[in-house]
């Protein structure tokens, strides 16, 4: 009977884990993977960043320059990191841009990033980051509503969707926003989301957003005017129309600060893992779903497609590595600050042959969340930068981590 449970882990896991014999079949038993033998690449430290001490922040990836920008969060202060493999190291931007507001953004171009909700004071504000024009931040417009916990997401060549949030874990907002880049105006729209909520997820459907348009998948969220309760239930923004329309059937488990990710840009399929079924962390979920554009629903899951831990606040990144599509990063166990909840060791999602698996991947050196991750130029090299993080006091730090 051991021999089989033994080999039961050794399928699901890896020959380096350290097994519990008696209880193996257990998957957090045979959860850890040593760093020095994990699967599908390493992690590094790379750089401290001191006094930045960034988290609830946003990282800007410009690759053209191969440059990224640090802004927000915590920290009030917006860095420059260097992303040559060579010259790992960080600057400080010569610009007084303060803010511990920072919400969401994306960037816009080779050398421009928005920034939403970038006033603690007045979480209205948008305003343009300009890497070419010697760095500068300048207010360029402002949303209807006052938003936190909310998501922006580019749908075509000119506008940018808004949606979620609430103003101060008050006033949570069912409204939906369009910005307009090039006339700065926010308008908006006459449809809404059956409930307010927060923290839920925004995926564009498709691979050119800005030339062709995409749709856009709105996934759960918390339900602060019922009770904090997270819902299930998932809708498709149509940028032909700017018309709202449920998803038949609902995901496996209610879901609040889950993650999403896009599988396949061609049939729109999207994996979604973790988060908690309130907006209270108390509980998280190892369970995953996966919708499925072309057909408009939830597609069947296995039963054995689990996280092999309960996550919330973690990060998912799709990869150009075909047996490492998408690398799981951080988390919590629950929404707890308690060191044992967490998450250094990363998840690997791969399907080959129409068959899905996930197993555990490299360990970072430090638990973290609150985090960004940024995909490099050359598809394998991620940077794990900043978070609430487990194991140093200032809470900063970058990590790179190479598919291998």
Known sequence: MKYLLYSLCLFLCCSACTWNLDHCDERDDCFFVPADTALCGKFRAIVTLGDFEPYRHLSFYFPERDRLVVVGGNSNKPFLYDTDVLNDQI?????????????????????????????????????????????????VGEMNFSRKFFEVIRVNQDEILIVGGNQDFISPKDSLEIFNINTSESRTLTVALPQNRIAITATALGADCINNGCDVLITGGGDFEGGGSALNDAFIYQNSDESLKTVDGQMQDKRVYHAAVLLDANKGRVLLTGGSDHVNGNIATTSVDIYNHESQSFESIPNNLLLFQPRLFHTMLKTNHPECQVLIMGG?????????????????YQSIDDRALIKPSAVMNFGRYNHTTTLLNDGSTILAVGGNTAGTDDGSGVEKYTVE
């Open 91 to 139: 600057e400080p931007i010569p610009v007084d841009f303060t803010t511990s507001g920072t919400e969401a953004g994306l960037v816009i171009n080779e050398t421009q990033a928005l920034i939403f909700g970038a006033n603690e004071s007045n979480s209205k504000e948008i305003w343009l980051f300009d890497l070419a024009d010697n760095f500068q931040f300048t207010k």
């Open 332 to 348: 919590l166990k629950r929404n707890s600050i308690d060191l044992s909840n967490f998450l250094a060791q990363c998840e690997i």
